[in-house]
């Protein structure tokens, strides 16, 4: 698989079939690993870093071999297909963007990805569609398993696996589940969610349009604490946490159309008009009108529109991906365009 | 409602609101348009710094000093001002080294010092043959007390099967 096939296909967790899916995006769960033989990365000089890599990417393709992971070694990619990567939600944004020697071996269903010389020495993640956080862990905690018996891992018997950040140390285990809450926030309810969230010792922040308010109601909801806890406890506290964020976040829906039936229709309606036929879209209008779309969705306002068709919206009208469906580098104002015509044609496909 | 007014000039409206939870805190900023790019984005509570503050200034005791008199690791050779100022640690001997300083950090971050999760394989095979080890030479001293010498020589095969398997897991 390369980077030009990768732009072809879309992930199993864009498909949108998983349970939940209504309110759910995704499920992740990723695993912190270091190794015992060599420095974290804070301290690690380029040779060590090209040591690491090897040393890991011999026993990642050796001891995982059937499950034919792909191998990329970011330092040799050109930024345009790192970027893809991270627009995948393959890599972290640091990983796409970092300097130094480092990779990241991908599943060809795109569900497993492997980060070499990111924060740790290791980012073991799982990536898959709705709320499956269970399914997610169990697969995970094989490959660790699977690849522990050809490295040694940094462990301690008090403080667990050792990361380089205290903040992972223990289980290595962040579960993040990425919700779309367009009730919440059209209720003004978002705020109260997110506090009692707070509270219970999770971490939320807008997916999109980071630093500032969160654009396209995506909000990810991960676990703060790692040690202490067994990785069931932590999977089961937030399986517990979930769920009523759903059943708010629908009845919120219910009771926007039937308070409002007319305003809820005309902003979706809208949306609908405003990405079939635009000639000039940015990204954040995109990502704006297909929350109050996938919204519509829901509530039967628009039912002709697949849930796959929204994801792939979502992931192909990044900047990377236009370039690489194009060929070419783009300008952002030239994006614009190709993102108006890309949408257009999906749209119009249906 | 009057307009709100920028946290950081205190002059223009502010029109760019953040809001974030980290470690169960709420915290909000109001900032004018100007100020926010200004910030260029990077006005958000960095987890660093946070964790950075949680750090309390204290020394290590057993471990090699600078000559400023605070501990550095003899392994990575970070310090402790180098671990309180980015909250990072410079390998997995760091967490002996800044022990006094990671356990209130812990405790405050995760509410618990003590793992009670997975083990690795290559662990429990090495506890378990360091039991088997620890069990194998006391059998040994018993068996050569009663000058039972073809039984102690299988032990001693035994023993040092085990210590080989478990000196090539250390290197």
């Known amino acids: 698989m390369t980077i030009d096939e990768l732009v072809q296909q879309s992930g199993e967790w864009l498909k949108g079939t998983g349970p939940d899916s209504d309110v759910v995006v995704s499920s992740r769960i990723r695993l912190a690993r270091n190794l015992s033989r060599f420095p974290f990365m804070t301290v690690a000089t380029p040779e060590v870093r090209s040591d690491i890599q090897s040393f890991i990417r011999r026993r990642i393709e050796e001891g995982l071999g059937p499950r034919r992971l792909q191998y990329f070694a970011l330092s040799k990619l050109p930024p345009i297909d790192r970027q893809l990567l991270f627009e995948r939600h393959l890599v972290s944004r640091e990983h796409a963007t970092g300097e130094g020697e480092r990779g990241v071996a991908v599943s060809s269903d795109e569900t497993v990805s492997i980060m070499v010389n990111e924060e740790d020495h290791l980012r073991l993640q799982v990536l898959r569609s709705g709320l499956q956080l269970e399914q997610s862990y169990e697969q995970i905690d094989r490959i660790d398993t699977d690849l522990e018996q050809h490295l040694t891992y940094a462990y301690h018997p008090r403080f667990g696996y050792l990361t380089c950040c205290p903040t992972n140390v223990g289980t290595g285990l962040r579960i993040s589940v990425m919700l779309h809450l367009p009730a919440a926030v059209l209720t003004k309810q978002i705020e109260k969610v997110l506090g009692t969230l707070g509270r219970l010792n999770y971490t939320v922040r807008g997916l999109y349009g980071e630093g500032t308010s969160p654009i396209g109601d995506l909000y990810q909801i991960s676990n703060q604490v790692t040690l202490g806890k067994s990785e069931n406890d932590l999977i089961s506290e937030m399986k517990n946490v979930i769920p009523k964020v759903l059943e708010f976040e629908r009845v919120w829906r219910h009771k926007l159309a039937d308070d409002e039936p007319r305003k809820v229709e005309d902003r979706v309606w809208r949306a609908y008009g405003l990405l079939k036929h635009a000639r000039v879209i940015s990204s954040e209008e995109t990502i704006e009108q297909l929350s109050y779309l996938r919204l519509g969705v829901y509530l039967g306002i628009i039912p002709q529109v697949p849930m796959t068709t929204l994801n792939d919206l979502f992931i192909f009208t990044q900047p990377s991906h236009l370039q690489k469906i194009q060929g070419k580098a783009l300008e952002s104002a030239e994006r614009d365009v190709v993102r108006a015509e890309f949408i257009r044609k999906r749209l119009a496909a249906l | ?171």
């Open chain 2, 1 to 171: 409602m009057s307009p709100m007014i920028c946290g950081k000039c205190s002059k223009n409206h502010a029109t760019v609101h953040v809001t974030e939870v980290k470690n169960g805190v709420k915290m909000e900023s109001h900032l004018c348009e100007e100020c926010a790019r200004a910030a260029g984005g990077k006005f958000t509570f960095s987890i660093t710094d946070i964790l950075a503050n949680l750090i309390e200034p204290v020394k290590t005791p057993g471990a090699k000093t600078t000559e400023a008199g605070a501990p550095r690791c003899p392994e990575c050779g970070i310090s402790y001002a180098e671990f309180k100022a980015k909250a990072r640690l410079g390998c997995a001997n760091d967490y002996e080294v800044f022990k006094s300083g990671l356990l209130p950090l812990l405790e405050k971050v995760h509410g618990a010092v003590q793992h009670a999760g997975k083990t690795p394989h290559t662990v429990e095979s090495v506890v378990r043959k360091e039991t088997e080890l620890a069990r194998l030479k006391r059998e040994l001293e018993s068996v050569v007390k009663s000058e039972d010498f073809e039984k102690a020589a299988q032990i001693r095969d035994r023993i040092r099967i085990l210590e080989g398997e478990l000196n090539k897991g250390k290197s």
